[in-house]
């Protein structure tokens, strides 16, 4: 079955670029049925939505973060990665990713990412 | 973007009851709402997804109902691992949002 893993950096400078990468196994990600996304929780809080990529490179980003997302994807690697730049403690969550069709059906264990100096 | 409220914030109930739990949208979202429960230190889990359909694996005490703006998820007799967080999303539009979350605990 389709399984999803978060990797990056736990700890990010404030102002920094946050970086975080998901890895596909079990399926590809040019399978062309699903959109690949990423959410976050801040801690004690509810889930937002960061943004999409599709296999052909497509996007869609939460207006709330358009100016500071980047989703890119690799489908050599059956990668898909984030970027969310000039981070502050507001940023501090865990990060998700996600495969979405008719609902987000498969994710990533989530990985904690922290902004501090 | 659309903006999903869920009630009650919290529901306080006891094993072998009826839970219901409500989502309204600021504007319809057709039949294009999924619910999902979150246990702490977990991964969200998809339960229902375009309003009413169970997700692959999903007991059948769990259900979803609704269109346009109101939609709900019942739950017909809770079992003890039913107790968690659950959320309401909605992909009519983009950004894809998600309700606040309604805190299902033990009464």
């Known amino acids: 079955q389709v399984q999803l893993q978060e990797s990056g950096p736990g700890l990010v400078k404030p102002s920094q670029t946050l970086s975080l990468t998901c890895t596909v196994s079990?399926?590809?990600?040019?399978?062309?049925?699903?959109?690949w996304s990423w959410i976050r929780q801040p801690p004690g809080k509810g889930l937002e939505w960061i943004g999409y990529?599709?296999?052909?490179?497509?996007?869609y980003y939460n207006p709330s973060l358009k100016s500071r997302v980047t989703i890119s994807v690799d489908t050599s690697k059956n990668q898909f990665s984030l970027k969310l730049s000039s981070v502050t403690a507001a940023d501090t969550a865990v990060y998700y990713c996600?495969?979405?069709?008719?609902?987000?059906?498969?994710w990533g264990q989530g990985t904690t990412v922290t902004v501090s100096s | 973007e659309i903006v999903l409220t869920q009630s009650p914030a919290t529901l306080s109930l006891s094993p072998g009851e009826r839970a219901t739990l409500s989502c309204r949208a600021s504007?319809?979202?057709?039949?294009?709402l999924a619910w999902y429960q979150q246990k702490p230190g977990q991964a969200p889990r998809l339960l229902i997804y375009?309003?009413?359909n169970r997700a692959t694996g999903i007991p059948a005490r769990f259900s979803g109902s609704g269109s346009g703006t109101d939609f709900t998820l019942t739950i017909s007799s809770l079992e003890p691992e039913d107790f968690a967080v659950y959320y309401c999303?909605?992909?009519?539009?983009?950004?894809?949002?998600f309700g606040q979350g309604t805190k299902l605990e033990i009464k």
């Open positions: 990529i599709y296999y052909s490179g497509s996007t």
């Open positions: 375009d309003a009413s």
């Open positions: 079990g399926g590809s990600i040019s399978s062309g049925d699903y959109y």
């Open positions: 999303q909605q992909r009519s539009n983009w950004p894809h949002t």
């Open positions: 996600a495969r979405e069709g008719g609902g987000m059906d498969v």
């Open positions: 504007q319809s979202v057709s039949s294009y």
